[in-house]
């Protein structure tokens, strides 16, 4: 059993998300894959150049104060990063440049750093801070991760993402390709793939 977890760096919801799937799907014997993508880009096909977030106040208002009860609810670090959305270019393609065992404890520590610290997570400088933490040589990573073939992997995963219909994060795709949308929705993906709903 399988479910492939789509995550964006700059999104409020796969913070909760990253931070509890790992043990939930241990726990009923489901393998992950992490698959970061870029939401900017099929945000833009949708018509938006800024997260909905910030161009509905209303749902950006809600979504600040729901962010806050549920990192609460987690015992999570939260902090409003400031700008919102913060640029996950370079994070992206930074965790398609380590190793794939290595994927889900860096994506954790952008996560924390983004949404837990408010953290500049473009910069370079904090991504190496991440990377030397995990016991990487952070220059060489980087340097990959502005590689050509790099770059060429985070356009297919988008390209991907936009053949698979997804539309935000996080998504989480069942091995029957069943598509569940939101960390709300993690539960329910689990079971769908463990065949208890």
Sequence with gaps: MR???WYEFASTYSYPAAMRIEGLAQAR??????????LGPIFVEQGWRNSPF??????GAYMWR????ITAALGLEFRKPDPFPQNSLLAARTVLAIPEALRPAFSRAVYVAAFGQGLPIAERDILAQLLEKLGLH??????K???EPVKA??????????????FG????LTEDGEMFWGNDRLEAAINWERGAI
């Design 169 to 172: 994060a996080p998504t989480f």
């Design 138 to 143: 952070a220059s060489t990573i980087l340097e």
């Design 54 to 59: 910030n161009i509905f106040p209303q749902k």
């Design 153 to 166: 992997r985070l356009k297919a995963e988008n390209e991907e993402a936009k053949r698979l219909g997804i």
């Design 145 to 147: 991760a502005l590689s």
């Design 3 to 5: 479910l492939d977890f």
């Design 29 to 38: 014997g489901i393998s992950l894959r992490w698959r970061p993508f870029l």
């Design 66 to 69: 729901d962010m806050a009860r």
